[in-house]
């Protein structure tokens, strides 16, 4: 893209051996991790209509989190630095596989469940889908909202959005969903994804979609220019070391411009979406 506008479009590969179907600019994919940015601008439009602040603790929403002694703010939330434990890795320890389901339910009660942290709040940076998910929890206590509802009517529906959603029910039967697969033996199988945790992951969307997401990064319809600034300044940590993540996006140079960027990836889902705000130009790939 540049200057909001397509500049190219590629495709290639099937979206379903079953069906032959073609992956195509339209066809619906799990982003995975690119879901953080779109969860940290609900969370920021919030504290712009002053609902709530990023210093804000965390157990002022969502009490299930243990009182670990020292306050894990939102902010530490979003930008990696809470030292809560990371879910996936809880799970996998516990001997769940990627195929068994796994609810929100059960993901709050994981968090619910943890002894200590990792480190004191704001120590030390660990990229961590816990604090993400948390942070979609804070925002339909807050809003009294389901987060996938909340997100449709705020975020995506304003940004023109229409094949985007919250996968919150396994179950759900998703038009044109692409297929995941994996490579055993020289032979592809499907690769069963019945995880609907949201916040940290959890986002169906389209590559036209994500046009219409990345063209935000300059319009700011939504959120507006305050939030888009905030959302790109990096987090410090409390020894003043500087990070290179912001909120929901890691903040890096790229032959002497700035760049935003994140990446996702979950069973055979690769997704990346980079963009730089001095030439307003993005590359968003997906598959």
């Known amino acids: 893209m540049k200057a909001g506008t397509v500049i190219y479009r590629g495709q290639a590969g099937c979206a379903s051996l079953k069906e032959h ?4 600019t339209e066809s619906v994919s799990r982003i995975a991790s690119i879901t953080k940015p779109m969860t940290a601008i609900a969370v920021m439009q919030l504290v712009e209509k002053g609902k709530l602040s990023l210093d804000d603790d965390v157990r002022a929403y969502v009490p299930e989190v243990p009182d670990f002694g020292p306050t894990i703010t939102l902010r530490h939330l979003a930008t990696h630095t809470s030292g809560l434990r990371e879910y996936l890795a809880l799970n996998a320890l516990g001997g769940m596989l990627n195929d068994d389901v796994r609810r929100r339910e059960d993901v709050l009660h994981l968090v619910a469940s943890q002894r200590e942290l990792n480190f004191e709040p704001g120590a030390e940076y660990l990229y961590s889908n816990t604090g993400y998910f948390l942070m979609a929890e804070v925002v339909s ?6 987060f996938p509802e909340w997100m449709a009517a705020n975020v995506f529906g304003p940004l023109g959005m229409d094949q985007t959603l919250i996968y919150d029910d396994y179950r759900q039967v998703v038009p044109g969903l692409a297929s995941s697969y994996v490579r055993e033996d020289g032979t592809l199988k499907r690769e069963m994804l019945n995880s609907t945790d949201i916040g940290a992951s959890g986002v169906l969307t389209t590559a036209e979609d994500l046009a219409h997401w990345v063209r935000n990064y300059h319009t700011h319809e939504v959120g507006g220019p305050a939030v888009a600034r905030m959302m790109s300044e990096r987090g ?20 002497g411009r700035q760049r935003l960027a994140h990446s996702g990836g979950i069973a055979g889902f690769r997704t990346w ?10 590359i968003a790939t997906m598959g």
């Open 21 to 24: 179907t073609a992956f195509t």
């Open 273 to 282: 979406l980079v963009y730089y705000p001095e030439i307003d130009a993005a």
């Open 141 to 146: 206590r807050v809003t009294g909202e389901p």
């Open 236 to 255: 410090v940590l409390a020894s003043g070391d500087t990070l290179d993540y912001a909120l929901g996006l890691f903040v890096s140079e790229y032959r």
